[in-house]
């Protein structure tokens, strides 16, 4: 209970560095902002892209208890391999949020085995996140909902499978709906999808949002069990054809 | 975080004052073995049937995060008063565990809709109780199943709602199985179901059950948030009828 | 399947007599529309709240496949015990769908075990419906979203117990969601809750939400099984105790 | 509602060929007795592994409601574009039974982002599978239980995606349960796996079997709905920043 939980927060890491909009928003890219709103009670790492093998070896995945993803422009450039190692790593045990555009990342639409698509319009409208799991730890400290002035828009239907459970709905200005926080396990591992986060505008500068990026990296983190056995299995009881 | 989680065993406590073979299992009753299984991590309080509002004052609830219950031969005898302030307390936040035969309690009943029914036959059968959600928390420290040598049984159709999550499933050496961990919120109020304990069997002494029963009491403890707002409300946006 | 499904429709039908508002959107009554909207495919009785039972005899019920309940301004005045013998009906596979204000009636509450409290407001403002499950039979022939320019306003967070399956989202104009499309189980019977339907607008006049009640009441039909078995039960399998 | 859903039976159809123990259940391939299971009232059409294409042309896919899929020993065979072009087509409607070692094929490991594993055992012990859900169409017709003398055992953890709802559970005589009846929908497909059916034993003979694949394919057929849209989209209301 007492060690801090071990966050990996992947970032593409490339509108920041094109982009001045983007620069001026979070001079320290998208990671920094997201690391700073995380603070002190977790240990974090940075990986990015363009870090070898993407900044996932399998020593940092095997010492990361919770990753954190954003991609948009480069979901190609992620090698297959490390997306097959990531997801290893998932479904034994370790957690993941997956943010904003990070739901059409070769990661996420793997792990969700549909299409990820969505509608969307970038436009700079306002959103309104209510909330609709009151009792759920990932929306401790959060109001009847919260407010971004500006945001893209991402709306229904949006192609992933039935979550385990939904926290938040989105309402948007320009007339569209969407489930914004969708709870899912695979394997061991424990998904947070969180729609908000468009590089344009300042949502990682939040408090609300930081909350719940807070609160979700500890609802991710892995729970403490021997690994699941698999395969052929000695029977547990005698059975008839050998009673005799 | 580092408050302990205020835990309330409600146990009817009428079988250990006349059955010596329960009372020689719980010599301190079966609230008595529940809250040594607790251990010190949590402040523990007891209450029971035959207490004054069967100890279930409104400022004992007020100061309880989760509520524990054990009922059998007296479901009855509760107070449909102090039933309706229970209910009441779990939708504003407080957790509670119902165990084993607590399943046909008024409690439960009320707060799932059904007739709660089941199978059952008592003649000390063995139970094996698998893992099917290897993820979650109340499953911490588990192994892929754990075995009761000797237990009641229960066996389907359990007439309850679809839980929001079957953590444990139960097979029986008679031939039935039973979902015997199950989730759900009711307002911000979690609850979990554990099915084994019944009061003739050693069940709440075994060291797997004791652990479900604390990490249960850690997944029902309620998360901070403002209360929920109802009733009517002021739009947030300007009508279309009003913009003139 | 080449029977008609039986359909009673309950209407508490109190506002088409005082409100001429109401009568002249309903001549023949909320349920004279929804049973126009229903259409040939279904055998159509009507029950209402002044009925001798309020229509809802046992001999009535036994002969129901599917229930719709329309209420609002006299929940109260619905006998307990009809109540009670409706929720008994439905377990044994009666399915029954709740038509907006029906969120408030006994009957909705006692099968759901919360308040089933939400925000609300009546000014007649849009609603646009956009559908989540477009795999599921209740949204056959809607397109992504339909829409209803004068409504009640029910916002979040609506305290029901996490539907089975949500298949329609709300988006309102003055800045609220809402789950407006909720399918349940209890026991064996089937519950679909569908939230538009305020007395003053025409929306039981609407092509779509005709549609959506017809494929519900398709949805919710009993399945044609035997009875659960409850109670003591025999073992199936040979017990270690009787192998000697 | 009279048109004849139109199956399409895939099965790997190898172990017929080379096995005799197999061939003298299957006589005519474990297709040529689901096909009779089903009987009259659907369209069926048969492709195996070694068709051209697999049988899985997209012309054959278009004309299909409805996919089962038998398969075991050559998995690896069915190529990565087929399996990319049923995907695409369930998105879309198709729904698909996936038949007991079809958990391993790439199809359902592709749908459901897992690894699908599971414990197992071939001794041919008595599976005995329970009704959970007794008010879904897939279980219509089916008693409390049924049991099957002789099959394998498959044993949780199975490593699948929590099911949008479990409608039948196993009890093995070695000792083990499993969910046996899993539902699921991806996109606008739904899905349904189906446990038993190991080739070397009548289990496609049995009554109760064949009725749940009956009942399947009558759930999994396509909703009748226009194309789901995707992609930008223009508001649906005017946005404060155009209002002047």
């Known amino acids: 209970m007492n060690k801090k939980v071990k966050v990996t927060i992947w970032n593409e890491y490339r509108h920041e560095k094109t982009n001045v909009a983007v620069s001026d ?13 995380l ?25 990361t208890d919770v990753l954190l993803w954003w991609g948009h422009t480069a979901h190609q450039e992620v090698a297959d391999e490390i997306v097959d190692r990531v997801v290893s790593r998932i479904l034994q045990g370790m957690g993941v949020i997956f943010l904003h555009s990070a739901h059409h990342s070769k990661l996420f639409k793997k792990l969700m085995g549909t299409s990820c698509d969505l509608k969307w319009r970038e436009v700079g409208e306002k959103e309104r996140l209510w909330v609709i799991a009151p009792g759920h730890p990932i929306v401790a400290g959060i109001g009847d909902y919260f407010e971004l002035e500006k945001e893209e828009m991402y709306g229904e239907f949006f192609d992933v499978p039935e ?11 320009g007339g569209e709906v969407f489930r914004s926080g969708c709870c899912y396990t695979r394997g061991q591992g424990k998904i947070f ?23 979700a990296a500890h ?16 029977p547990l009881e005698v059975l008839a054809a050998n009673k005799n």
């Open 163 to 173: 979550p385990d459970q939904v926290v938040l709905l989105s309402w948007f200005e």
């Open 193 to 215: 999808y969180f729609r908000p986060g468009h590089e344009v505008y300042p949502t990682y500068h939040n408090k609300d949002v930081q909350r719940i990026i807070r609160n």
């Open 219 to 234: 609802w991710c983190a892995p729970v403490d069990r021997p690994p699941t056995g698999f395969g052929n299995a000695e």
């Open 25 to 37: 928003i979070y001079p320290e890219g998208i990671h920094g902002a997201i690391a700073q709103g």
């Open 39 to 63: 603070g002190e009670e977790f240990d974090i790492r940075i990986a990015t892209l363009d870090d070898p093998e993407h900044g996932l070896t399998k020593a940092r995945l095997d010492d």
